[in-house]
């Protein structure tokens, strides 16, 4: 089969910007990603797009040029953009296209995700009665978690306060005001043990990844970024998810992100001791900490030590979201995944600017969770 | 529309939740579903199994003791819609309550002060009137109260 190689990546901002359409973000994220990549729109032969507020986000080609490709709308939550990529990935080593393009962009309004929980499958009651919060699960699950395995608030602020100052390094990050651990924890809690500043907040944002055969990627780079593994997986009954009413007593049952890194490293034959820099889910500090553990990049409870410690700072041995993360950039949902895949990308080639971590690194990985319990995992590699 | 007491008229907030009106031979409990095939305790009521595809179920009321799983507080209004509480916001606290050999089950705590709540907290099952209709009628749904005089005992289930 062939392999699929990143050959251009493009960021439009993340944050607000008011009487800008989402599809404006993204041509201008694709026009970045072209020029990174150095092609035109018309040598796009096929590409994936998602979105969560925009209904159509493939009306997209009326800014780009009308040139009949196929352009797939892809939507899975907080996983869409890994859907996104992985499928641009599919499509090369399928050997369907020879050049392809992953766009996400999204335009969010203030303020905690709202929605009719009908779209979700749950009855209205669950609403109504102010259950239906993706917060909440957040909440309780690094409560739970740091009741188990010892984690405390102070590393709860230490992340928050690691992320905020990796996206001040960022000028395309939104939330760009450094804060200490001390002033993390001096915001009001939202949902105990979370505090306002150990959230990530909806906003505004697109981003866009130019894939094409790696045995062509010559013509057009001299540094691809290979896809090494893709993976998608759904909740398993028995499992902690976001928007359960209720779930089943028993044997403990792991998250979808525990799948779905499983599988993506054994299709990419690469390890979590391999790993040089990741890009985790960070709706909260909180699940930062927990994905660090589903994903295979330590124990649960080392994060403790490990945070102390440093090891997930730009220079320390494990760069954890040196963007900033979703703290730092929030969360355009169709956008948030491919925003991680470029930050990885930056990092392999050695462009990171003042981000850029040591040394020579070689493999990257990403990882998104959210609603209704679905995660994605990619490995990049040099 | 039912009335508990003589001075407000009481609904539910959906029907089939929870028994109702509670009465002295017939106290609150939850309705979840148990599967004719597998056994599977499901709540909100379900027709469909998740654990087996079957479609056969049937009616089963849960315990109404079981102990704190986790928790955690809501100290912002939620967005409305879909949440229809009041307009004037009181912090609530919800969790997981685990009811043994049935399931955990998401709801709210009558006690909003986390330093008051603590993983493994023995639970028990209450209605409170969490918003009021413009027509003065609370609306009621189900929520899980510290319940300290029966520590760790567990009711068996019907």
């Not at chain 1, 997209?60 to 990529?85: E, K, Q, S, Y």
């Not at chain 2, 409990?29 to 709540?43: H, K, P, Q, Y």
């Not at chain 2, 209450?126 to 189900?142: A, I, K, N, Q, S």
Request: glycine content about 10%.
């Amino acid at each position: 089969m062939t392999e699929a190689v990143i050959i251009g990546v493009g960021l439009h901002p993340f944050g607000r910007f008011p009487g800008k359409p989402a599809l404006d973000m993204g041509a201008d994220a694709v026009r970045l990603a072209l020029a990174d990549a150095g092609v035109k729109w018309p040598q796009i032969q096929g590409g994936y797009i998602g979105s969560y507020e925009v209904a159509n986000p493939d009306a997209i080609v009326g800014r780009l040029g009308l040139t009949g490709i196929p352009l797939r709308g892809v939507f899975n939550g907080c996983a869409t953009a890994g859907t996104a990529i992985a499928l641009a990935a599919r499509a090369i080593e399928t050997g369907e296209h020879d050049l392809t393009i992953a766009i996400g962009l999204d335009k969010h309004p203030r303020g905690a995700f709202a929605a009719d929980p009908s779209v979700a499958g749950i009855p209205s009651w669950y609403g109504q009665t102010g259950l239906f919060l993706t917060t909440h699960f957040f909440g309780m699950k690094i409560n739970r978690y740091m009741h188990e395995h010892g984690i405390s608030h102070e590393t709860l602020a230490r992340v928050a306060s690691k992320n905020f100052g990796n996206a001040a390094m960022n000028e395309k990050a939104w939330r760009r005001t450094p804060l200490t651990p001390e002033e993390v924890l001096a915001s009001p809690v939202l949902n105990y043990p979370l505090r306002q500043y150990m959230y990530c907040g909806p906003d505004e944002g697109a981003a866009a990844i130019v894939l094409c055969r790696a045995d062509q990627a010559h013509k057009y780079t001299p540094t691809p970024v290979r896809v090494r593994s893709t993976a998608l997986r759904s909740r398993k009954l028995g499992a902690f998810e976001v928007q359960s009413p209720s779930f089943p007593v028993g044997e403990v049952v792991e998250s979808p992100t525990v799948d779905a890194s499983r599988a993506a490293y054994e299709l990419a034959g690469i390890g979590p001791e391999d790993v040089d820099v990741a890009q985790l889910q960070d709706t909260d500090a909180g699940s930062e900490i927990i994905h660090m553990a589903e994903n295979g990049l330590c124990k649960d409870g080392e994060q403790e030590r490990l945070i102390a410690e440093g090891a997930t700072e730009i220079g320390g041995r494990l760069p954890v979201n040196t963007d900033g993360g979703l703290l730092g950039n929030g969360e355009p949902i169709g956008a948030s995944g491919l925003r991680q895949i470029h930050e990885i990308v930056l990092q392999l080639r050695g462009t990171a600017g003042a981000r850029q971590i040591p040394g020579t690194p070689r493999v990257g990985y990403t990882h998104l969770y959210g609603a209704p319990g679905a995660s994605a995992v990619t490995i990049l590699s040099t | 529309m039912t009335t508990t007491d003589a001075t407000r008229a009481q609904q539910p907030v959906a029907d089939g939740l929870f028994t109702w009106p509670p009465t002295a031979d017939r106290p609150t409990r939850l309705i979840g579903s148990e599967c004719a095939d597998c056994g599977l305790v499901s709540f909100p009521a379900a027709p469909d199994c998740v654990r087996c595809a079957s479609a056969e179920s049937r009616q089963r009321l849960l315990a109404d003791r079981g102990t704190l799983w986790t928790y955690t507080t809501q100290d912002f209004r939620p967005p409305s819609p879909p949440y229809d509480g009041p307009e004037t916001f009181e912090p609530y606290a919800v969790g997981y309550i685990e009811l043994p050999g049935e399931l955990l089950v998401e709801a709210r705590l009558t006690e909003p002060d986390p330093r008051r709540l603590r993983i493994g907290q023995a639970m028990r099952l209450t209605l409170v009137p969490y918003t009021v209709r413009d027509d003065g009628t609370e609306v009621v749904t189900f929520a899980f109260t510290p319940d300290d005089e029966t520590v760790g005992s567990q009711e068996a289930t019907t």
